[in-house]
């Protein structure tokens, strides 16, 4: 099992920036792709971006490809995003998956934390 735990979240202006990070323990030798996804008010679970743990290979959705960077500190089994030039449409409660033990999915899911950006 893994498990994932977030933060960092929180209310930015728009146009601000953000780090939110995600934890991971447990069995975390296995884990072979982190990913962050985010989901807003009444709408469906959105990719945001994914990166392999090691090496990092890293691919982006189209929305937050430029303003977002992923990372990971391997020692610390963390990974993080950071979000620049905050829009509104960014507010959603960010969640970390990860995918383990060589399957092909993300079966491992954090509670999320929100952002929220004003205008």
């Known amino acids: 099992q893994v498990q994932l735990v977030e933060s960092g979240g929180g209310l930015v202006q728009a146009g601000g920036s953000l780090i939110v990070s995600c934890a991971a323990s447990?069995?975390?030798?296995?884990?072979?792709?982190m990913a962050w996804f985010r989901q807003a008010p009444g709408k469906e679970r959105e990719f945001v971006t994914t990166?392999?743990?090691?090496?990092?290979?890293?691919t982006y959705a189209d929305s937050v490809k430029g303003r977002s960077t992923i990372s990971v500190d391997n020692a610390k089994r963390m990974v993080f995003l950071q979000m620049n030039s905050l829009k509104p449409e960014d507010t959603a409660v960010y969640l970390c998956?990860?995918?383990?033990?060589?399957?092909?999915?993300?079966?491992?899911w954090g509670q999320g934390t929100q952002v929220t950006v004003s205008t």
């Open positions: 998956a990860a995918k383990a033990g060589g399957r092909p999915t993300f079966d491992y």
């Open positions: 447990g069995r975390t030798p296995e884990i072979t792709v």
């Open positions: 990166t392999t743990w090691n090496p990092q290979r890293t």
